[in-house]
Structures are given as structure tokens and as C-alpha cells.
């Protein structure tokens, strides 16, 4: 029998990684070598970083870094199994129960990453062929839940209500989820969550929030951007949010009702099938929730320094995008033009990354600027100067 003749994958795949590369769209694994503060080291260069999530400056904090060593004394590195075998320890419950009143949810399930956490939540909620309306600008594993469980996908213009009505309405016969980002990763805007709530409430859909770019950063005591607009439980049934942003650890969680809950544990499939998040990084992280909720100041030093960065772009003349979160990008549209302010910016000491297709759509490139608790006012001049140097004011978009 003659040998069958297939494409070669990994050989498609080289071509596809040629291919982009030459379209200045190849991404790069940067290793870093050493963090202090908002400073890292890489390459053997200290650079002040204005990239990094960790928007409360908690990733280093002592008390998380004892609470975790402690942890680990007494339980170990890691949790041994899954959650539903032998790995869900006191830490686990500990965090979910501190989780779920911070939200004011009945309850809080941990997962080991917000990927998981979305692909889990979407494949045991939706059946085949049942509707999920998202906004265009949600994070790429809302969209990869949603194709996962089998939906009908339909999209939305970002921040769109009446478009998102008219999503729903194209099939109002099936159970439908509206699935939206709080705080949206590249744009850093806020959704319009009590529209959308309104509206699900009229076409009978279920909401849920994904909110990693606001717990922590907004609302009063941190609880995020649903607890910012005054939604409850009732109003978004289903909230997510992770734990390596502004609370500095890792993994995430979900949070509802008992029923969500129990129904997550029987049939979200990254849940009942992965290695729970080791016990210590549980108890780092219930430390960080307190700090998070109690330690307001870290709030209101991080929207000084939004309002001072914002204020300075602003007399710059330079292509701010609307956003009052700690995510601040400047649209320059060529990806190339971003590329090379980014270069540009790390020969000055400063390491803020070049957002390109296809994370944004074609057009869009930018600098997306992250600003932390762990700043200061000199670092943010410092950036501003930057900034004014590379005649920024003059990109076409």
C-alpha cells in the first residue's frame, strides 16, 4: 500500500511562524531575572516596568510571602490531587468562603486559572447550540468557552447595548448567556453592566461578568466593577474573577449562588479535572483578599496616579484612549510605529509593551501602560518625559 501523503503540521506551523515574524507581529519570551517593586531586571538591564498587572503592589508584599511560607510548612508545596479526590485542604475553603463574602455571593469555587475558570463555567452551562451573546472586546477564553460548549456565537460592537439586544432577540427560544468583560484587558473601559443587566433581566438571560481587570481596583472596598454599578447576585448571576492581578498571586475563582456552584462542581470539566492550586498560594492569597479590602490607601494612591498620568498625556496631546482604570493604553495604530516606541522607551529605562494583531484588531496597535500601587509620582514623570521625547502627539491613527 502506497504511503498516504498528509501535510507535515509542524512544517505548516515553521511557515506560519516565518509568516508572522515578517509581518513584525512574532511575539517574544522576555525572562526576567529579578523584581523590586515596580523594577525588574532582564537581560541584565533594570528597567521601571508599566506593564505588569499587579495593580495593588502586592505580588512582593512580606505578609503574603510569610503567609505562604507558613502554608507550606505545614501542608507542603502541592495539594497532591484534584479538588474532588484528596487535594481541596482548609486553605481552599478558607479562600472560597473569603472570596464569596468579598463579592457577596453565596458561595466562591477556586479554579487554577481564569482560562480554566471561563472554559469551565461556559462548557457546563451551555448545551449545543444555544445561544452565548459577548462583546467584541471580551477576552479571547470567553470566546474560546463559548465555541468549547458548542453555542451559537453572536457578537456584539463593544459596549453596544441595543446591538447586544438584537443578538439575543436572533433566537428567543434558547437558553441564552450574555458574557461581557468588567474592565476590558486592552482598552481598559468599564462595561455598561447595568444596561446589560437590565436587559438580560427582560430577555430572560443569564449574565456573567468576567471582572480579572477590576476586583481589587474598583468599588469600594476593592469587590470590583459589578459591586462599582450596585448588581448583586440576582443581577449577575455569574461572576469570575482571577487572583494574579491585583491581588498579586494566582489562579481564580467563581462566584454565585449554591446552586451555580454545586452544578460547577459536577460539571465543569477544568474544575473536576485538574490538580488543585497548591495549599500555600490558597493562603497567600486569603491574605492578599484582607489586605486588598482593608488597605484602602492602595486604591486611592493608584487613582492619584491615573489622575496624574492622565492629566499629563492629556497636555502632551498624546493618543490617550478613554479609561479610568489602571490600564491607560495610547493608540498609535501601525504596529510598527508601537514596536518601535516600545524599543524606544526600553533604550530610556522604561518597559512598556507594543499591543499588536491580532491581541487588537488590524489598525489598533498601541502601547498598553499599566500603572500599580507600587509607583510613584517621579516614576509616572519619568514615563510622561518618555513619552513627550518620542513625539507621540503626531501618530496618525
Not at 462548557?123 to 451573546?133: M, S
Not at 479590602?293 to 490617550?320: C, D, M, V, Y
Not at 489598525?363 to 516614576?379: F, K, M, P, V, Y
Amino acid at each position: 500500500m502506497a504511503a498516504v501523503l498528509r501535510p507535515d503540521l509542524l512544517e505548516r506551523l515553521a511557515v506560519q511562524t516565518t509568516e508572522r515574524a515578517q509581518a513584525q507581529l512574532q511575539r517574544r519570551l522576555r525572562t526576567i531575572s529579578r523584581v523590586e517593586g515596580p523594577f525588574v531586571e532582564s537581560s541584565g538591564q533594570r528597567l521601571l516596568a508599566f506593564c505588569t498587572n499587579d495593580y495593588l503592589g502586592l505580588a512582593q508584599d512580606s505578609r503574603l510571602i510569610a503567609a505562604w511560607k507558613q502554608a507550606a510548612n505545614e501542608s507542603g508545596v502541592g495539594s497532591g490531587s484534584a479538588h474532588l479526590i484528596c487535594g481541596h485542604r482548609r486553605e481552599h475553603a478558607e479562600l472560597e468562603e473569603a472570596l464569596a463574602a468579598w463579592t457577596g455571593r453565596e458561595r466562591a469555587l477556586l479554579f487554577s486559572t481564569g482560562y480554566m475558570a471561563n472554559l469551565g463555567v461556559m462548557q457546563a452551562l451551555l448545551k449545543h447550540g444555544e445561544l452565548c451573546v459577548q462583546d467584541k472586546l471580551n477576552h479571547a477564553c470567553l470566546l474560546d468557552g463559548a465555541q468549547l460548549a458548542g453555542a451559537t456565537l453572536r457578537r456584539y460592537p463593544h459596549a453596544d447595548v441595543d446591538a447586544a439586544a438584537r443578538q439575543l432577540h436572533s433566537d428567543t427560544e434558547a437558553c441564552a448567556l450574555l458574557a461581557t468583560d468588567g474592565v476590558f484587558s486592552m482598552d481598559g473601559d468599564i462595561a455598561p453592566l447595568r444596561e446589560l443587566a437590565a436587559l438580560c433581566t427582560r430577555e430572560g438571560a443569564t449574565l456573567m461578568v468576567d471582572d480579572a481587570h477590576g476586583l481589587g481596583v474598583i468599588g469600594d472596598d476593592g469587590a470590583g466593577s459589578v459591586a462599582e454599578a450596585g448588581l448583586r447576585e440576582r443581577d449577575v448571576p455569574v461572576l469570575m474573577a482571577t487572583l494574579g492581578k491585583a491581588l498579586g498571586c494566582s489562579g481564580a475563582f467563581v462566584a454565585g449562588s449554591a446552586a451555580l456552584i454545586d452544578g460547577l462542581i459536577q460539571f465543569a470539566r477544568t474544575y473536576i479535572y485538574t490538580t488543585a492550586m497548591p495549599p500555600a498560594l490558597a493562603a497567600a492569597t486569603r491574605c492578599a483578599v484582607t489586605l486588598a479590602r482593608t488597605e484602602s490607601w492602595r486604591r486611592e494612591k493608584l487613582n492619584s496616579l491615573i489622575h496624574r498620568f492622565r492629566r499629563g498625556a492629556e497636555q502632551l496631546g498624546l493618543p490617550l484612549m478613554p479609561s479610568r482604570t489602571a490600564i491607560q493604553p495610547l493608540l498609535l495604530g501601525d504596529a510598527q510605529r508601537a514596536l518601535e516606541a516600545s524599543w524606544a522607551l526600553e533604550a530610556k529605562g522604561l518597559l512598556v509593551v507594543a499591543i499588536r494583531l491580532p491581541t487588537v484588531p488590524q489598525g489598533q496597535a498601541r502601547l498598553r501602560i499599566t500603572l500599580t500601587a507600587a509607583h510613584e509620582e517621579t516614576h509616572v514623570d519619568q514615563l510622561l518625559e518618555a513619552l513627550a521625547s518620542l513625539r507621540l502627539a503626531d501618530a496618525s491613527v
